[in-house]
C-alpha cells in the first residue's frame, strides 16, 4: 500500500515538473535559445585562467551547450533544459548546423528554492558521439561522464576524466567549474528542430549535413565555436 502510495506521489510530482518545464520556455524562440548558447560560449572562454581549456576543446567530437538550465524544486528536484549540440564536420575542421535537444533529470528529496545554470559539455570520442546522437541516453550510465578540468591546459586530468566520454561543466552566479551531471538524461527536441530548420530531421542528420543547411540563426554559435576550437587541416 505504502509503495502504491510513493508510486502515485512520484508520477504526480513528474507530471508536474513536466508542466512546470513547460511554462519556463514557454515563449522563448530557439533564435534566442541560440543566441544565448553563444554569449555563454563568449563569456566562459574569455577568462582563460577559468575556462575550457584550450587543449580539450581542440580535442573533443561535439559539445552541448545548455543555456539556463533550471531546477524546480519541489519535492521533486526536477532538472530541465534546452539548449544545442554541435559536431566536428567530417574534415575535422569547423562545426556543423546546431542541433536542439533536451535535458531532463531529477532526484527526490524536499528541497526549497530553485536555481538556474548553464551548462557544458564536451563529448570526447566517437562513442560518446554515437550515444549523443541515440534517441535517448543518460550520463553515467549510457555514457561515462566526469567533472571537466577548468584552466589553460588540460595538464590536471585525472584518470577518470581520461576515460570519460563526456567531461561536463557548469556556470552559476559568474561561478564556472567542472561538475559531472550524473543521472541527467538528453533527448532529441524534435519541435526546435523543425522550428529552425522547417523539416522533420534527425540531430544525426543536422550535424553531418545530409538534409539540412546551416540554419542563419545559429551563425553566431558556429562562429564562437570556431573562434574558440578551430582545427587546421
Do not use: H
Request: proline share 3%.
Amino acid at each position: 500500500m505504502k509503495l502504491q502510495k510513493l508510486r502515485r506521489l512520484g508520477f504526480c510530482c513528474i507530471g508536474a515538473a513536466a508542466l512546470f518545464s513547460g511554462m519556463l520556455f514557454a515563449g522563448e524562440s530557439a533564435a534566442s535559445r541560440l543566441e544565448e548558447s553563444a554569449n555563454v560560449m563568449n563569456e566562459i572562454m574569455e577568462t582563460p585562467d577559468n575556462a575550457i581549456p584550450q587543449e580539450l576543446l581542440q580535442s573533443c567530437q561535439c559539445i552541448v551547450i545548455v543555456p539556463g538550465m533550471k531546477k524546480a524544486a519541489f519535492i521533486f528536484g526536477a532538472k530541465y533544459g534546452k539548449g544545442f549540440l554541435l559536431c566536428r564536420q567530417a574534415d575535422g575542421t569547423g562545426w556543423s548546423a546546431p542541433a536542439a535537444i533536451k535535458v531532463e533529470g531529477g532526484s527526490f528529496g524536499f528541497q526549497l528554492g530553485g536555481s538556474s545554470t548553464d551548462v557544458v559539455m564536451l563529448v570526447m570520442n566517437s562513442g560518446g558521439v554515437d550515444k549523443l546522437l541515440s534517441s535517448k541516453f543518460t550520463l553515467g550510465g549510457d555514457a561515462s561522464v566526469a567533472a571537466g578540468p577548468v584552466g589553460r591546459t588540460a595538464s590536471a586530468k585525472t584518470d577518470l576524466q581520461l576515460d570519460a566520454e563526456i567531461l561536463s561543466y557548469s556556470r552559476s552566479r559568474g561561478l564556472f567549474a567542472g561538475v559531472a551531471l550524473n543521472g541527467a538524461t538528453l533527448r532529441p527536441d524534435n519541435d526546435t528542430n523543425t522550428e529552425l530548420y522547417g523539416d522533420e530531421v534527425t540531430n544525426r542528420e543536422i550535424v553531418t549535413g545530409t538534409k539540412t543547411r546551416k540554419s542563419e540563426a545559429g551563425t553566431n554559435l558556429t562562429v564562437a565555436m570556431n573562434k574558440y576550437s578551430v582545427r587546421n587541416k
